[in-house]
């Protein structure tokens, strides 16, 4: 009986930090590859059903329906002059010698798409869908080895914005590393060597602002410090800034490189505690149109490879690159703020001033506040399964108020929902998606559409956004879900998706997202009386059984009930089942056998089994054959 109970106490425990639901996706909207392709990139425009993907000398052009994908593959290998030569080079590893598509970007018009060609980068435009050919006529490009790396383990961040396109690449050999205008009408511009560390880059994001020359783009990565010693932490997490406006300094000072250029330390931990997490991996931002508000958010690891999310406010990093002081430079600023977004003026370029803060932008672009979380500490996720990507969507609820979706890939190939609110991580569900078990190693969200893609190496898939029909058929089941995406619509007594263009004035849909809590449906009453029919298990003499109940919810609480006696029975939890087994005080033999399961203080009966004892015993050889594990088994059948 301890061990049960002990199980069933563990089971409570870990509640509050596991999926609340779990789903088996089974639908037919998936691509598989016909051969693995372990470095994949993507691009998807919003409110499209057609999704780019970048794979090994290929191009998948992936056209989803509810039904199927229609694809179309563009081949675009390398020349064997660069395969010889990058295999004499010695690249990190041998098959990284091939075209591996990194960058697949549209700019206004321009599709441009880059590849690593064996270590000789190349860029393409492609033309209706189904050409590649070379880049030409539409404004300034950089080079090919400034927008796409050499081999696809050095990773790489292009961004598009206002009709230019952004790349940063990660340092790797003797390369030192990047952050560059490469394409389009504006000055093409970078950052000096001594700006940055070693750099691993994790995302990019527009920054946007009521007036125009005032947006920003932040990039994020960490800095890799090669001479520290043996028991120091390498790594350093940062945020890198720079202006759309900027046009480059004068002809003595910064002529080719961004004059707006700052960048920041970041933290992600519990406080000032031994644990932090400075290796920063990815980071995806949520901002409101126009305004300098939104989140950013961090997937970081620390050096044993344990991976978090930390959320930080846009807000709070913007006041700090507006205010704070710049390492290294103690001297009160004269005129302006060095490095703030403003329009170049051709006739004060070069004035004194201007001149002094290029100056001191150019040796001192760090500023002395560090960012640090909201809540001080990572986010409160599962941490038996490492993040590989991460998604964010905000969400406008019926209460008129946006909330935060993350969607998590992990190691194992699945996905988890979450939903961030300011005071609580929420786990809404975990998906299983793939046949063949592997890391997620992108995904792209269209909040237009409501379409999730995710991709591994062996297949990409869609999912609805708002997946409301999973999650059961009462109000009480759909407000429990917590799904930004979803409402329970009492005149059609259903769990819907919020139609675009809700009215929360005139509108009845129900949610509760901030707390788990379903009183706003009023069926405590129903739920008490709610009873299953029993299903009818005949138990042969002197034979044990074992009975399963589907776990539905992993935030509940599970007991048996026999006879309707008010004694509860522990179970064993085995996978997705809470097993009632015999033990000293639990004679299954005879009567009647409740599972109950309690969540929000309501309990409600999941299924129910009538014992009957024959009298007769089993025949020893099939018990002997077939075991224990039969009988549970054989019982399982009436789940269905």
């Not at 989803?64 to 990190?92: E, G, H, L, N």
């Not at 930080?312 to 600023?333: H, R």
Request: with cysteine; aromatic share 10%; net charge neutral.
């Amino acid at each position: 009986m301890n061990s049960f109970i002990l199980l069933s106490l563990f089971a409570t425990i870990i509640a509050g930090k596991s999926p609340r639901l779990k789903f088996m996706v089974h639908e037919p909207s998936r691509f598989h590859f016909s051969k693995p392709e372990n470095y994949i990139s993507m691009y998807h425009q919003e409110g499209s059903d057609t999704i780019y993907v970048g794979g090994r000398a290929m191009v998948y052009v992936l056209t989803f329906t509810d039904r199927d994908v229609r694809d179309f593959q563009i081949p675009v290998a390398s020349d064997q002059t660069a395969i010889d030569t990058c295999k004499a080079k010695a690249a990190p590893l041998e098959l990284e010698c091939d075209n591996f598509i990194t960058v697949i970007q549209k700019v206004n018009d321009t599709f441009i798409v880059c590849g690593t060609n064996a270590g000789s980068p190349r860029c393409w435009m492609l033309v209706n869908d189904t050409v590649l050919t070379d880049v030409q006529g539409a404004g300034q490009i950089a080079s090919a080895s400034d927008i796409s790396p050499p081999y696809p383990s050095q990773k790489s961040i292009t961004l598009p914005a206002d009709g230019s396109l952004y790349s940063a690449m990660s340092s790797v050999g003797g390369s030192a590393g990047s952050i560059r205008r490469t394409f389009g009408p504006q000055k093409l511009l970078k950052t000096e060597n001594i700006w940055l560390l070693n750099p691993q880059f994790a995302g990019a994001a527009i920054i946007p602002s009521s007036e125009k020359f005032k947006e920003e783009i932040y990039f994020f990565f960490s800095e890799f410090d090669k001479t520290v010693r043996v028991d120091e932490e390498p790594y350093r997490a940062r945020i890198g800034r720079i202006c759309t406006v900027d046009e480059g300094g004068i002809r003595s000072l910064l002529p080719d490189s961004w004059t707006t250029f700052m960048k920041a330390r970041v933290m992600c931990g519990a406080g000032n505690t031994q644990q932090q997490y400075n290796n920063m991996k990815q980071a995806v931002v949520l901002t409101a149109q126009d305004k300098r508000a939104g989140v950013l958010y961090g997937l970081f690891s620390n050096a044993w490879g344990k991976t978090v999310i930390c959320a930080y406010s846009i807000e709070d990093i913007d006041q700090a690159f507006s205010t704070s002081k710049l390492k290294g430079y103690s001297s009160p600023f004269t005129g302006s703020r060095p490095g703030m977004c403003v329009r170049k003026n051709p006739a004060t370029a070069e004035s004194q001033n201007n001149v002094k803060n290029l100056g001191v932008i150019r040796h001192n672009p760090e500023i002395e506040d560090v960012i640090r979380p909201v809540g001080v500490a990572p986010l409160d996720l599962p941490t038996d399964d490492q993040i590989t990507h991460t998604v964010a969507d905000i969400v406008m609820a019926v209460n008129d108020e946006h909330y935060s979706v993350l969607y998590l890939g992990t190691e194992q190939g699945k996905v988890l929902k979450v939903l961030h609110t300011s005071e609580e991580v929420f786990i809404i569900s975990q998906y299983s998606l793939f046949h063949n078990e592997g890391p997620v190693l992108n995904m792209a969200i269209d909040s237009q559409k409501g379409h999730l893609y995710v991709g591994t190496a062996m297949e990409v898939q869609r999912l609805p956004l708002a997946d409301c029909g999973r999650y059961g058929d009462t109000c009480r089941e759909c407000i429990l879900s917590r799904d930004p995406y979803c409402g329970w619509d009492k005149a059609r007594r259903k769990c819907i998706a919020i139609p675009p263009g809700y009215n929360v004035t005139s509108g009845a849909l129900i949610q509760n997202l901030d707390h788990s809590n379903s009183s706003v449906c009023g069926e405590a009453a129903a739920l008490k009386l709610r009873r299953t029919s029993p299903k009818e298990v005949v138990v042969p003499f002197n034979t044990s059984i074992f009975l399963p109940c589907p776990v539905r919810s992993f935030h509940a609480t599970y007991r048996w009930e026999k006879d309707n006696c008010f004694k509860n029975y522990p179970c064993l939890f085995s996978g997705d089942f809470c097993v009632l087994g015999p033990v000293v005080d639990t004679p299954l033999k005879e009567g009647v056998f409740r599972c109950m399961a309690t969540e929000d203080g309501f309990k409600v009966e999941v299924i129910s089994f009538r014992l009957v004892n024959n009298g007769r015993p089993l025949a020893a050889s099939l018990t002997s054959t077939l075991g224990l594990s039969l009988l549970l088994a054989v019982a399982t059948l009436w789940l269905h």
